[in-house]
Structure formats: structure tokens, C-alpha cells
């Protein structure tokens, strides 16, 4: 940031060096996570649906690191942001939207602009298992992070580990230590180099009242606002820097200036934040002032969810998009690197964020995601789970809000609203790890038939090789696998292909998020093996592919069971039979709730009688549903 070239180019202001060894330190989760994505070495694939195992990878290096220098991590991760945040939050999705428009047009040997970085959609949820399975402390906050890290870190009395600009502002007593120049990687006996920031350092550097960091703040520019100054303070700079450089410079000059004689910190601030607006010829401005009292008196974030789902929530147990959906009634789609010719991958999971939203509200909300190129906000009615599940999950409307009991509904209840949703029933022949995933895949395969593409079949055999490849067995073994398929096959990006997969990731994300909301009727299985390599192996994956990769299972004694390859072999069958158009619109209907349901394979298979449908229509899984379903 301009702050960050600021300090770099004032003699004496750099950060001192410092080795960080045996203490205690408070991570910025987000920080974090998009650092070690963004930064690792060699370059994680960002434009092939992510490369999950190997992110995992980097994870454990870094708290491995840790481990051996004797730091105790505490790690502190954002949760959703307030409605004052609200419309700083679309300007980013445009940004970001672009970024992802752009790694997806540019050819794999291209070159892209510098931070033109889009992270694949598991990439959190990832992250919190690795940190769970590696028994880290953390915390996930209902709201923005900031105030707790800030609160923990002085009551611990350690630094803080993030590249939040906004940690230069607060008056962290231990310092601050910037992801850039935490060099772990080059840790040497048992301490890691890296270079230390102060508050009160910065003030003593530039002559300033360490009152007036949040005014300075504040004007600069943060989340909340900026002062245009149309060049009013870069010309009273000396610093031979870049504009943004030279403006700071100018601000931090303009403030050390300023009569505080007889004033306490609030009248400081006061005084300073108006005399810096008559500097430029602006107005009194509120937004100025609630900016400064973030960083004064930074307040946690509280929510209308029953404690019961806030402790869920703050233990990873339940995605945060929960306090968005019930506080704010708004949920923001992150842009993704996919097909742009085609709508959004989260249209795919479209039916299962409908339920998500009907458990927590019942009503409208506002979805703020792709069309196009361009970010528009849309309303999304929810659906409710039919009469005999309501009643049996006993939801309550108290004050406008879904009051959720659902922990005490039987389980055979949560799941059947699960399978409600993605219009699956699920069977006690699939392996407890696979029972998520098949029901994710099933529901994603049926969505693609409404427009059959030839990659559509190649995609559902790159997930049947990972599904066959025992994912429930040494990592190892797993991840040999995963290479050699990889060593085999052309390595050709198609972007159809590439959004494919992008759709199936927003339908598992958002599945694993409806179980987490159910309680977990299904066991949750691990993200960072779901996805990240099928993409690179597509191209030429063939039925013959899945039959010698199952036989080879057979012969290694793994354990598998043959209803799933079944199942959905017997999907990419039926899903290239020749249809006329007119028996095609026959067979569409419309479900008790009015959305259509399509001519998807399961529809068709309902006017044979199919025994492997139940009587709405929908797939049962594990069950030998054709003859002519390959044997293994």
C-alpha cells in the first residue's frame, strides 16, 4: 500500500527487524489464507477450480514453521461485514469480477497485471478444516475482525500477523507484523525474520499526536471513506515518490501542524478533522466521524441469531453467510474464474441457496452477483421445506426472524430436507465420505442436461476417478494417484470445461453450508480432496478411465462401493439419448411450489418406472438403477 511506500522511502520510519521466536501471536485469518494462496511458490492454479491439496500443503508448512519456533497461533477470522460496509462491498465485487474476467480470458503461459488474484471458492472452508484438523485455536467472528484481533492481541500481549493496512492505525501494544516481510520461509534456528511495527513509533517518526491516527485514517482512505482532495495535500510533500505517496506525506505533514493546545484526544480529533476538511474546501461529514470511531472505540459485531447458532458460527461449525442472510437479508456472490459467455456458475446452485434462505428467513433476500459482466442485485424468493418437515424441524417466526430449533429435530428429518433440496435420497451403501459429495454430484449432473454439452460426460468421469480413488484412504497414496492421473493425460484449459467444474464447486460449497445449517444430517466430508485437480485432467478422461482405475482399487484391496459408479454411470448414459423436442417438453412439470423442473435424466427415467426413483422422480443413490449400468 502508499502507506507501506511511505515508510520505505523516510529515513528511519522502515520497521525494524525483529526475530519472531517462543511467543504468542494473532493471525489475521482472511490475511492469511489469501497470502499463502496468492504467494506460494510454485503458483497455485487459480484458473482450473483450485488446487486445494496443495494450498492444504502450504498451510501445514506454515504452522509447521510455527511450531518449530515455539510461536502459539491464535487465529481470528472475518465473518460478515455491517450494512455500513454495504456499498464499499459491491465496488470490490466489480474489481474483483474483472480480475476473474481476465484470468480467464488470458492463455495458461500469459501474463497477468500485477494482484490480479481470484481465489477458488472452497479456499475458506478449507482453510478452517486444516486449522481444526491440526488442532489450531481460532475464532470465527459474526462481523468484521478487526476489534477482536485488536482486543486479543492487547490482552495477550502479543503482535498481530496480517497485511490490513488498517492495523497501522490501531494501537496494537505488541506491534504489528506484515505478512510481506514475514519471511518463514527462511526461518533459521528457530526464529523467523521479519520486521516489526509500532503505532508509537510512526507518531515519533513524523511528529504527529497518536490521537490523531483515526483522523488520519479516516481522510486517507479505509473501507469507510476518503477525502478528495483534488492534490491539496500531495503538493505540500517533498517526498520524491508517486502521487499516492506524496499525498499521504502531505496529510501526515498537514496534521503534526495542527494547535492541540488544551484539548483532550476527542477534541483533538474534532478539531483536526475539521480543520483538515477546510484545508480542501469540504463540509462536516458524518461518515468522517463514524470512520474515526472504528478505529477509537472498535465495537464487536452482534447478531439476531439465537447464541446457539452464533457459537456454531464462531467455531467454524456454520458458515458466516448466515448473519449476512438473517441480519442484513443480502448475500454477495464472489466473482469466479469461469466461461463468461455463460451465466454465472452460482445459477447452478440456485434451488439449494433458495432453502438455505427459506430455514433462516422465509422470506426475500437480495443477491448481489454476476450478469453478464456486470454486477447487478436481484431478489431470491426462498423456499420452505414442505409441511411435514416445517413441522417436524419445529421453526418458529419470532420478531420477524426464523428462530432455528432444528438441533432437536430427529436426524432421518434434517436429512430428508437436504434431499429436498437437491432432489436426491441418499442410500446407506455409499461410503459416509462420498454421501455429500454423490448427492452434490447428482444434483449438479441433472442441472447440466438442460444444455447437454460433449464435456459435460468427460466432466462426470474426472469425478468418478476421484470418487473410485478412495478418498477415505492414506493421503499419500491418495495424492500419488492424483499425480499420475495427472502425468497422463493432455493438460488442454477449455473454459466450458473450466465452468463446469466451477459450477459443481458452487454446488458443493453451498451444500456443505445447508448440512452445516441442518446440523450435519450427512457427514461432512474433507473439501480439501473434493476438488482442484479435475480440471487438469478432463480432456480424454474416458469410461474405460473410471473401469481400470476401479479395477486397480479392486486388486489394491481398498474398500468401495459400486452403487455410485453405478448410479451416475448410468446418468451419463441416459443423459446422450436422443430426445424429440416435443416428448421433451412432455415431460417437464411444475412442483408444488411453481419452479420448474426440467427434462433431466431422472425425469425421463420416471416414465419407465425406474425402480432406482423414488416416487417424486428423484434419484436414489446406491442402487443398481439399469440394466445396462457398467459392472466392475
Known sequence: CALFGLLSWREGAWPPSFK???????????????????????????????????????????????????????????????????????????YKLKKAKTIAETEPDGTLPEAYNVLPPLVKDVFIEILREKGIEFKVCLGEADPEVVSEANQKQCAVLSIDKDFYIFDVHKGFLNLDNFEWKKEEDGKIPARIYTRSKFCEHFKLDPALMPVF???????????????????????????????LDGMLGFLSKVNLDGLNNSQKREHALSEALNHVGKKENQTFKLAIKKYVKPEKTSSKLPPWVCEKVERGELTTFVTSVVDWKTMMLTPLVEDFSQHSSY????????????????????????????????????????????????????????????????????????????????????????????????????????????????????????????????????????????????????????????????????????????????????????????????????????????????????KYTEGVI??????????????????????????????????????????????????????VLGQDTSPTAYSF
Not at 501445514?60 to 510461536?71: A, G, I, P, R
Not at 439419448?577 to 425425469?603: A, F, I
Open 347 to 558: 445459477t447452478a446452485a440456485y434451488r439449494i441457496r433458495q432453502y438455505f434462505y427459506g430455514l433462516l428467513t422465509g422470506g426475500e433476500i437480495t443477491e448481489y452477483g454476476r450478469d453478464g459482466e456486470e454486477i447487478k442485485d436481484y431478489r431470491v424468493p426462498s423456499i420452505l421445506p414442505s409441511s411435514d418437515e416445517q413441522k417436524q424441524l419445529k421453526l418458529q417466526c419470532l420478531n420477524e426472524v426464523l428462530r432455528l430449533i432444528i438441533k432437536y429435530a430427529p436426524e432421518h428429518s434434517r436429512r430428508r430436507v437436504f434431499e429436498e433440496a437437491l432432489q436426491v435420497q441418499t442410500s446407506e451403501n455409499i461410503p459416509d465420505q462420498l454421501k455429500l459429495p454423490v448427492c452434490v454430484t447428482v444434483f449438479w449432473f441433472k442441472k447440466l442436461q438442460h444444455h447437454p454439452k460433449p464435456e459435460t460426460v468427460n466432466c462426470l468421469h474426472a469425478l468418478l476417478l476421484w470418487f473410485v480413488c478412495e478418498p477415505d484412504g492414506p493421503e499419500d497414496e491418495f495424492e500419488r494417484k492424483m499425480k499420475a492421473l495427472k502425468d497422463e493425460v493432455v493438460r488442454n484449459w477449455q473454459p466450458r470445461v473450466a465452468h463446469a467444474f466451477s459450477q459443481w464447486q458452487c454446488c458443493m460449497r453451498q451444500s456443505l453450508h445447508l448440512n452445516q445449517l441442518l446440523c450435519s444430517p450427512l457427514p461432512e466430508p474433507q473439501c480439501a480432496r473434493l476438488a482442484g485437480w479435475q480440471t487438469e485432467h478432463t480432456e480424454g478422461v474416458r469410461v474405460e478411465d473410471v473401469n481400470n482405475a476401479t479395477l486397480t482399487q479392486r486388486h489394491t484391496g481398498l
Open 20 to 94: 519472531v521466536e517462543k511467543t504468542g501471536l494473532i493471525i489475521d485469518g482472511n490475511a492469511l489464507y489469501y497470502s499463502l494462496y496468492y504467494t506460494s511458490d510454485p503458483k497455485l492454479d487459480q484458473r482450473c477450480g483450485g488446487d486445494y491439496p496443495g494450498f492444504k500443503h502450504e498451510v501445514c508448512k506454515f504452522f509447521k514453521t510455527l511450531q518449530d519456533c515455539e510461536v502459539n497461533p491464535y487465529v481470528i477470522l472475518d465473518g460478515g461485514s455491517g450494512p455500513e460496509k454495504h456499498e464499499h462491498n459491491v465496488s470490490p465485487l466489480k
Open 217 to 247: 485514517a479516516s481522510i486517507a482512505g479505509n473501507d469507510y471513506s476518503r477525502l478528495e482532495d483534488n492534490g491539496a495535500f500531495a503538493k505540500e510533500s517533498s517526498s520524491p515518490g508517486e502521487y499516492s505517496i506524496k499525498r
Open 566 to 619: 453405478k448410479e451416475l454411470e448410468t446418468e451419463g448414459e441416459h443423459s446422450w439419448e436422443e430426445q424429440p423436442k416435443d416428448k421433451e417438453q412432455k415431460s417437464r412439470k411444475t412442483d408444488d411450489r411453481g419452479s420448474r423442473v426440467g427434462s433431466s435424466p431422472c425425469n425421463r427415467k420416471v416414465a419407465g418406472s425406474n425402480p432406482g426413483l423414488d416416487s417424486l422422480g428423484r434419484c
